[in-house]
C-alpha cells in the first residue's frame, strides 16, 4: 500500500545541536517547536506516500519559517527510489519513508539514522502502540508515523439486505454471508481483494494467514506455510477460490490495493474487504466525491478460523536518510507530524479540509483520543481498541532484512496462482524456496 529538491540553508553545528536537543528534552509531549532564527527559510525536501495536508503544512512554515518541499510518491515507486539514492550514496530528501517492512532492511544497511537521541526510546514506547516495528536491536530507525492496520470492512446495507442481521465471526459464516450477499444483492461478486502482484496482496494474504491461526514466518524466520494443514497453506488455498469460483470481481486480478478499494468497495461493486486498511471509512468510503456507499461500511470484527481473527499492523513511519543535508529542520518537521492534534486531524479529526487521502489512524495514543474525542469519523474508537487489544506484528521477530525479496515472491506467486499459471501448492512451494536461498 500506501506511499526536493534541493535548496536550503546550511545549519551550523550549534543550531543543530541546538534544536535536536529541544526535540530531545520534549518528545514526550510532542508540541510545536518554533524554529531557532538560523533554521527560516531553511526548505527540507519531505518524500513520503501521502499527499501533502495543504492546510496544515502552511501553518507550520508559518510557525516555524521552514518550507517544506514534499513529495507524493506512490509507495512502491518511493521504497525504490530511497533505495537508489542509498545504494548511489546521493540526496534524496531530509524525512522520508521508513515502513515497518523496511526496518530489518535499514538496520543492516544503515541508510537512515538512528533517532534514539532525539525520541527517547521510554517516551516512544509509552506512546506509540506500534514502537516495537520501529525498532531493531535497541536503534530506533523511524518515528511512527500512522497507526494503519488490516482490519476487515463490510457494507452494513447489503448484508442487511441479504437477511443477514449480525455480522459474522468465524470465516466459516463470513463466505456463507458473502454468498447470500452475491445471491440477494447487486454485488455479485462481493468479496475485494486485490490480485495485481503487488505488496497488497502479500499483506491480504498475512492477515488472512493470522485469521486461520498462525504466522507465515517464524521467530527465527523460517517458512510455516508449507503443510496444506498449516494456516498459510490454507489461507492461500481460501484466496484463489474464492476468486476462482466469482466471489471476486475477475478484473480484481490486475488490481491494486487501493484501485480496488477506490473503484470495487467505494463504488458499491464489493461489499467487503476482508484486509483492508484502518481510516478507509473515514477517508475513502464516507467521502461524497469519491464514493457511491457514504454511510453504509463499518468496521467489523475480523473473522477467524474458531473466532474473531488477530489484526496486524503495517504502520508507515519517517525517518531520516544518512545524506539528509538539513537534519535539524527535518526533526523539527518530524515532531510538527507527531503532534497528537495533527495526527488527528490527518485523520479527519477536524474535517475533510485537514484530512490526508487513505491516512489510516493516528500513530499515537493522544492522536487516538483526540480523534476519537471529535466525534467526526465513524469506527474510531472502535479502530482505537483494535490498535490497543487485537493488534500483533505480522512478523514475530520484526520483518526479515530480506523482506522485499520475500513479499515480491509472495505477491508474484499468488497473482500467478488467481491466474491459473500455477496451481497453490506450486506457489507454496516457489515461495518457501525463496526463503530458503535468502538463508530462511
Known sequence: MRRKRRFGIATTLTGALAISAAVASSASAHKATAASSSLKGTTINVAIAYPAPKADLAQFTKQTGIKVNWNYVQWDSLQTKIAAAAQAHSYFADVTDVDWSKVGEYYATKWFQPLNKYFPLASVRAQYPQAPAFIRKGQLLGMPMDGSLLVTTMNEKYLHAAGVKRNPTTLT???????????????????????AA????????????????GNVLSANYKPLFTSPSSPGYKAMAWMINAYKTGLVPKANLNMQDYQALETDQAHGVTASVFSDYSGDVGTIYNVPSQSKVVGQVSYIPTPGAKGVGANLGNPDGIGIPTTAKHVAAALVFMKWMEQPANQAAFAGA??????????????????????VKSH????????????????????????????????NAVYTNIHQAASGSESVGAAISAIAQQVKSLGG
Request: proline letters at 11%; hydrophobic letters at 40%; charged letters at 15%.
Open 198 to 213: 503487488a505488496e497488497g496482496l502479500s499483506t491480504y494474504w498475512y492477515e488472512m494467514t493470522a485469521a486461520f491461526g
Open 350 to 371: 477536524k474535517g475533510s479540509k485537514y484530512v490526508i487521502p487513505t491516512f489510516p489512524l493516528p500513530s499515537n495514543r493522544g492522536g487516538l483520543a483526540d480523534l
Open 376 to 407: 467526526k469519523v465513524p469506527g474510531a474508537a472502535t479502530l482505537q481498541a483494535l490498535l490497543e487489544h487485537h493488534a500483533k506484528p505480522i512478523f514475530p521477530a520484526g520483518a526479515p532484512p530480506w523482506y522485499a525479496q520475500f513479499s
Open 173 to 195: 459464516q463470513y463466505e456463507a454471508d458473502l454468498k447470500a450477499i452475491a445471491a440477494k444483492t447487486s454485488a455479485k461478486n462481493p468479496l475485494d481483494i486485490p490480485f
